[in-house]
């Protein structure tokens, strides 16, 4: 037997793999296990210098920077899925000018760097609050990454599902509205949740424009002489809410996409007909 891409291993294949498992295993717990050793050969476990984290307001502020991360990863999440769809829908029209224009901003919103933009948006137009250019810039780069996204979903659907939508009398708009677009976006929910952990992470960037983001509080509560400066244990407490925000990003991710195999599944329908002779359930007379 054999997949598409290699042959499946036999049993002493198998067992080899178990055991590359196990030796790359250890070696993941040994790095880890060195580096824990390295940061308490330092004092990095220190109970004086994780003191910060009983204070009430530093708890508040963390909070406040936790939830303007949220905010703006929120707002430019939505913004950059609803720009990511349109311009996804251009870039597929039959129509050049649509097409060449959506095109052509795509392409230079993906080639231009995240923090260009974002210090463009800041410091170029000035648009006031750091909130305005972090969002703005995130949507932008983002959006244009999910644009493409949609498009390479669309692209690899059938050519008979639009060929079935434009039978009934549907219109090309419709056809990619109502068809396309929701099947593509199914298809690519992988694709599209990691960009969003990206888009997520990448509000970091506001800590540059003076935006009040959990990086930001974090270097400026590292920096704090009274707290031995705790710029180590601060990093881990940030790293770990991150990493629990990206988890709980891909468990969203994983419960829509197993509501979407239940709704898909078809209720059992008893069928039920009359005739002359009388009634026939399933098939089969009553």
Known sequence: MSAVLFDVPGPKARV??????????????????YIVYKFAEAGQFDAQIWEWILYEQIQLELLDALLN???AFAVAAV????FGAVFAAARLSDHAFLRIPATTIVEFFRAVPLVVMIFFFHYGLALGAPFYSVVLGLTLYNGSVLAEVFRAGVLSLPKGQSEAAYA???????VMRLVLLPQALRAMMPAIISQLVVLLKDTALGFLITYEELLRYAR????IIEF??????????????????????????????????????ALPVDVTAETEEGVLTDGKPA
Not at 168 to 174: D, E, H
Not at 220 to 223: A, E, I, R, V
Not at 238 to 256: D, E, Q, S
């Open 16 to 33: 080899r793999h178990r055991g590359y498992a196990v030796v790359g295993v250890l070696a993941v717990a040994a790095i880890i296990a």
């Open 69 to 71: 991360t949220l905010r």
């Open 79 to 82: 913004l950059a899925l609803v």
């Open 168 to 174: 009934v009398g549907m219109r090309k708009t419709q």
């Open 220 to 223: 400026y509560l590292g920096s």
């Open 228 to 265: 031995d400066r705790p710029l180590i244990p601060i990093t881990i407490v940030v790293g770990a809410m991150y990493i629990v925000m990206c988890l709980a990003l891909t468990g969203v991710a994983k419960w829509l996409e197993s509501r979407n195999r239940r709704s898909k599944k």
